[in-house]
């Protein structure tokens, strides 16, 4: 009998009638290794020896997807689901082979029988699928593995795409998470003229691993309000009697599109004065609804005991396996699957067709999707190079001016956005704001400055929801850049973790097209925090990345302004990796005039000639190395000393832009040979490395090479303050003074005939100390530094 609400009692025989197919699917997945359609009575034998995967969520995804395939068949919208608490993973791929999507990218999974066997077969097997919403899984941009990340996921996918809808799955636990807290607030930056819209889905299951929700324990009242609170209109669909949730459903559904339609239309006909109050959907359902109710005793159903496997020991206890057959049959797979093993054509009558389906949707597989940057030629925003550190510029600054010209030549085709929290302008890419706003849905006031609500700068002060944003929008075929402060990208360590390990799996799968990479640009760093001292200074985010698979990370360091323009051109144009670009924003000695800085950063890394005396033909006695701006101030610096005072002495002076020349060929596709590598750093003589970051990682990066005994790294050592600019290098033992230091102790001989020189050294640290805790300021000789003129090569 159909109970009251939008849909005949047809259309609820067929949504729950897929929706048991579904769930059937999925137990087998979890379970089964042979026997797929219970031909034949179950046996121990045809249960898998290791039961891995998660029951508890799964049939509640079920029930979702089937709901939003019914709405998208009946209203024709453009969908995308991300599912929060990806751990589900028998529920997208149950509903991926039932469409027909999963098949199309895997054909060695039909729909049939045999594809059935293997679908159950391989799920969470050795040689087959992961258990969660992985880049294997069609129809995914969001694995769902590490919680918390879904909202800000769905709403970087719905940035620019007016036709989407994106529907997301909330866990209640994954609700507790911290960047799911702050993601609420994505529905205030979409624009409803220009964006597409976000439906929230909470589920509230009621529990966790082993707790209850805490969400799911306020009191009704307490949560709407909630809700309400971070700008929703919730609709609250709650029980778990099918015939009846499911006409819920399908009214809260249909209204809840009906709602973003009217949104949109107001503010795309001109008619929208106030805010959007988006709707969403509060779905309360039993976790590991239709799986056992009781085992053993002990209450399963709609209790946390549901989460992973409720028959933990199928294969040993009798009791068990009668039990999962009864719930297996109660499905009643002979009225879903013909003989063949195919579902029946009556229960895919409210399956949406091709590329309507959720597992089919081009914007889960972004690259195909991708249109290339309109990118100016970078040399025209060249800083003029008359000689070597003869003028100075602000890295970001000159930057900026690119980005503003990427901004406004893609403007019409609304693919290119910067994130960052509260900094764009700190980090001096301010001319951005030129041609574009930052966005603000919220009220404006008259002392706000460059808040629009279809702004292309993109901020909100949670580095997780940037960076949530940044690759939702990468993932379905957009490019962007994340500028943050250095120290504060830590925060998003973990996501960093996540996406790298989904390009890397991606790239594995010929069907996923390649995306835009993920763009960090690193700024007011380490070395330069003067305002704000020792919690911001960690450049620790370089050790953190490196240790991913080197396909997919680059870093670069490039020292001056017109470097850094080449750099970022090369990053804006490539394709599945994560660039990490550490550049300063304060004023900063321009080295390259544009011919020489291309040249710089194609080699990646190369001796800087004009600043060296090793000449052309003779061999260096001692190698000064840096990567990073301000160590190749301070390592130039040095040089110009020890060519004054040491003027037989033959310095090289080499400058690593791309970090991952240092590794090995063997390790990093950018890597040197060891040939490459001992002709620039020698494979004996000394080599002083001024290092950005921890001095550990260069070793870290260079252990095998031929001449590691004789690399000594100066970087960072944790020393820090609030102090001046010179003082944080000397603090940290990689002042230009220190380095000098460091090549009388290593060349040999030198100790015993630059010992005047050394003295000096020391006392000249010795009065930079009295002269900083005196005037607050650095020493006259320091501040007005400059590099005094390449001298021709001996
Ligand atoms: C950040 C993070 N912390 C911990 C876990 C381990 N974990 C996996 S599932 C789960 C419970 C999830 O509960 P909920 O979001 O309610 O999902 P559901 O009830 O739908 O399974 C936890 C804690 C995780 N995956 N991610
Ligand atoms: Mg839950």
């Known amino acids: 009998m159909a109970e009251s609400g939008p849909l005949p009692a047809a259309e609820v025989q067929t949504l729950d009638a897929y929706w048991r197919a579904a769930n059937y699917l999925s137990v087998g997945q979890i379970y089964l290794m042979a026997n797929p359609l219970l031909a034949e009575p179950l046996r121990a034998g045809h249960i898998k020896p290791r039961l891995l995967g998660h029951w508890g969520t799964s049939p509640g995804l079920n029930f979702v997807w089937a709901h939003l395939s019914r709405a998208i068949t009946a209203h024709g919208t453009e969908m995308m689901i991300v599912i929060g608490p990806g751990h589900g993973g028998p529920a997208a791929l149950a509903n991926t082979w039932l469409e027909g999507s ?97 439906l929230p889905i909470l589920h509230l299951n009621g529990y966790k691993i082993a707790n209850p929700a805490l969400l799911a324990r306020l009191p009704d009242g307490e949560l709407d309000a909630l809700l309400r609170g971070y700008g929703y209109r919730p609709r609250h669909v709650t029980g778990h009697e099918p015939s009846v949730m499911h006409q819920k459903m399908a009214a809260a559904v249909d209204e809840s599109l009906a709602e973003i339609r009217a949104i949109q239309e107001r503010a795309r006909g001109g008619t929208d004065g106030e805010r959007a109050r988006w709707p ?28 992973q496997v409720p028959l933990a020991e199928v294969r040993a206890n009798p009791a068990h396996l009668r039990q999962l057959e009864e719930w297996l049959r109660s499905y009643r797979p002979e009225e879903l699957f013909g003989t063949d093993g195919a579902p029946r054509a009556e229960l895919l009558g409210l399956v949406p067709k091709g590329p309507l389906r959720l597992g089919a949707s081009p914007h889960a597989n972004g690259g195909v999707l991708l249109r290339d940057l309109m990118l100016p030629d970078f040399r025209d925003y060249a800083v ?35 994130f960052g929290p509260d900094e764009t302008e700190s980090n001096r890419l301010g001319a951005l704001l030129e041609v574009t706003g930052k966005t603000w849905e919220e009220e404006i006031l008259p002392v706000d400055e460059h808040l629009a609500r279809d702004g292309r700068v993109m ?68 070395w330069r925090q003067d305002h704000n001292g020792f919690s911001h200074q960690d450049p620790g985010f370089i050790d953190h990345v490196v240790n991913k698979k080197a396909e997919v990370i680059r870093v670069y360091l490039p020292p001056d302004a017109n470097t850094l323009l080449s750099v970022a051109d090369h990053c804006l144009r490539s394709r599945d990796y994560v660039n990490v670009i550490v550049a300063g924003k304060q004023p900063c000695q321009d080295w390259l005039d544009m011919d020489a800085a291309i040249l710089h950063c194609t080699r990646g890394a190369g001796i800087w000639e004009w600043a060296s005396s090793d000449g052309d033909g003779a061999e260096p006695e001692v190698v000064l190395a840096c990567a990073g701006d301000v160590p190749t101030l301070e390592v130039l610096a040095a040089t110009a000393i020890l060519r004054e005072r040491l003027p037989d002495l033959r310095v090289r002076v080499v400058n690593v832009v791309d970090l991952m020349r240092l590794q090995p060929a063997t390790e990093h596709p950018h890597g040197m040979t060891d040939a490459e590598f001992d002709a620039l750093f020698t494979p004996g003589k000394p080599v002083i490395f001024a290092y950005h970051g921890y001095p550990w990682l260069i070793h870290r990066l260079t252990y095998r090479r031929t001449g590691h005994d004789n690399l000594h790294v100066r970087g960072y ?30 060349v040999p001989g030198l100790s015993r005939t630059a010992a005047w020189l050394r003295q000096e050294m020391v006392d000249t640290r010795t009065r930079h100390w009295a002269w900083t ?22």
């Not at 779905?283 to 609804?289: S, V």
């Not at 580095?463 to 957009?478: A, D, F, I, K, N």
């Not at 805790?773 to 001996?794: H, I, S, T």
Request: one cysteine or more.
């Open 102 to 198: 999963y098949s199309e990218v895997y054909p060695s999974v039909p729909r049939n029988a045999a594809g059935m066997a293997t679908l159950f077969r391989q799920f969470s097997f050795p040689g087959g699928v992961p258990s969660h919403v992985a880049p294997e899984t069609p129809g995914s941009i969001h694995e769902g593995g590490e919680l918390g990340y879904s909202l800000s996921h769905a709403c970087g996918a719905a940035f620019d795409n007016p036709g989407l809808v994106v529907a997301c799955v909330v866990g209640d636990g994954e609700a507790e998470t911290g960047p799911m807290a702050t993601s609420w607030h994505g529905c205030r930056f979409l624009d409803p003229a220009r964006d597409g819209a976000v």
């Open 280 to 307: 969403m959907i509060v779905l309360r359902t039993p976790k590991g609804w239709t799986g056992p109710v009781e085992v053993d005793g002990k209450p399963v159903e709609g209790t946390w005991r549901s989460h």
């Open 384 to 418: 003029p190079v008359p000689a070597p550190g003869a003028r100075t510029s602000e890295p970001t600054r000159v930057l900026g001016g690119m980005l503003r010209d990427v901004m406004r030549l893609n403007a019409e085709c609304g693919n290119f956005r910067v």
């Open 459 to 526: 901020e909100i002060l949670s580095e997780h929801t940037c960076q949530g944003w940044l690759e939702g929008y990468l993932l379905t075929g957009r490019h962007g850049l994340f500028s943050c402060y250095e120290a504060f990208i830590h925060i998003v360590d973990s996501m960093f973790n996540q996406h790298a390990k989904w390009l890397k799996t991606s790239r594995a799968l010929p069907w996923r097209r390649p995306v835009a990479s993920l763009n960090y640009l690193l700024t007011s760093h380490v």
């Open 717 to 746: 050592i944790e020393e820090g303050t609030t102090t001046t600019p010179f003082d944080m290098v000397v603090m940290n033992n990689m002042d230009r003074f220190h380095l000098v230091m460091d090549v009388i102790d290593r």
């Open 773 to 794: 805790r005196e005037r607050g300021e650095d020493l006259p000789e320091v501040a007005g530094w400059a590099w005094p003129g390449a001298a021709p090569p001996r």
